[in-house]
């Protein structure tokens, strides 16, 4: 035989070959190309995410870090009644509720993820499923090491929480006192007989054992508390008699840290007997003119926006060990009309930091 013929037939040996592998190859370049597209794009109605979210109780701080949060989730993609789908309980600041809507409806369903807003639906939770295989997520808690969900924020979760806290660290607090009320001296702390504030007690009392702070004096005044939907109005009127008896004593009252603390009837009821001025612990507290006269305050609504980037993230496939536990961002605002009325005048840096929150 020829070269020529040899050669010859090799060519069409191997134009024989390609014909019968390109239809082999570009069927499995098509299968990785759904697979991969399948494995990328969001899941959808036939398969939505779904989302179990507790809120200790109805209205603030919750209901804006939920609100944010949501927002957030949204414009990452997840969208209720298409690919998210939400189930939502509010407990009145009851344990025995978690306890109950856990146990009788809810711990056997398929959630994606479990969203607790509060320290009392954290801490049921925490009783009911500490160490289970359901991952929540925490928001607004005031002392998550303390109650036992996280152990630090410089570390890894080591259980199946993780979160943002609630509350501006203490020392941030005082010397937010000390720059914008300089010859302060008496602090006024009314507060609720709960483990919100008996956290947050506890680090005040700290903070002013440290040579930076030890000019303060805090006098303290303990209420009942009150667990419902309405507990932070009937709370705010049990105040009011101690509001009355320290008004001569202090030079301003700072609102606890705790379901009453956040609410606007405590606030008010500061603005309505006492001649001194109230540090707010949220932004509505000025803003809203409750009544307080200058705060320094947890953004909620970069809160919630934080969380729900935790939430996407363990939403997609992240483990809880690899999403660590924040602080709050911070904000400030002032009322100037009820200030100047106390004769305090605003320093020009904290006008600066507080940028748009001023109330005229």
Not at 69 to 74: H, Q, R, T, Y
Not at 183 to 211: C, F, V
Not at 244 to 249: A, I, R, T, V
Request: glycine share 6%.
């Amino acid at each position: 035989m020829s070269l020529h013929r040899h050669q010859r037939r090799f060519r069409i040996s191997c134009l024989l070959r390609r014909l019968c592998f390109q239809p082999l190859l570009t069927g499995l370049l098509a299968l990785f190309l759904i697979s991969a597209a399948e494995a990328s794009s969001p899941r959808g109605e036939d398969n939505p995410y779904r989302i179990l979210l507790i809120d200790s109780l109805q209205g603030e701080p919750y209901s804006t870090v939920r609100k944010s949060m949501l927002a957030e989730l949204e414009r990452l993609g997840y969208v209720s009644g298409k690919n998210l789908q939400l189930r939502y309980y509010s407990l009145g600041n009851s344990e025995e509720k978690a306890r109950s809507l856990w146990l009788r409806r809810e711990q056997h369903n398929d959630y994606d993820l479990v969203y607790l807003s509060g320290t009392i639906a954290t801490l049921a939770f925490k009783t009911l499923a500490l160490g289970g295989n359901k991952s929540f997520v925490f928001t607004a808690v005031t002392d998550p090491i303390g109650i036992g969900v996280i152990d630090d924020f410089e570390m890894p979760p080591k259980h199946n929480f993780t979160g943002v806290s609630y509350p501006v660290r203490v020392e941030q607090r005082l010397r937010f006192i000390q720059r914008a009320m300089p010859k302060a001296r008496t602090i006024g702390l009314i507060y609720a007989d709960m483990p919100h504030s008996h956290s947050y007690n506890r680090w005040l009392e700290a903070a002013l054992q440290q040579p930076e702070f030890s000019h303060f004096q805090l006098l303290k005044r303990k209420i009942p508390f009150v667990k419902s939907e309405t507990g932070d109005k009937r709370m705010a009127r049990l105040a009011i008699p101690h509001i009355k008896e320290l008004n001569s004593q202090v030079d301003l009252f700072i609102s606890p840290n705790d379901t009453m603390g956040v609410q606007e009837a405590f606030a008010q009821a500061v603005a309505d007997h006492a001649t001194k001025p109230l540090l707010g612990l949220g932004r509505k507290d000025v803003m809203h003119g409750w009544g307080a006269s200058l705060s320094i305050f947890p953004d909620l609504t970069k809160m919630g926006i934080e969380t729900a980037r935790m939430m996407d993230r363990l939403l997609q496939g992240e483990q809880i060990s690899q999403v660590f536990p924040e602080w709050p961002p911070v904000g400030i605002a002032f009322d100037l009309e009820r200030l100047k009325a106390f004769g305090i005048e605003v320093p020009m840096q904290e006008r600066q930091r507080a940028g748009e929150n001023f109330y005229h």
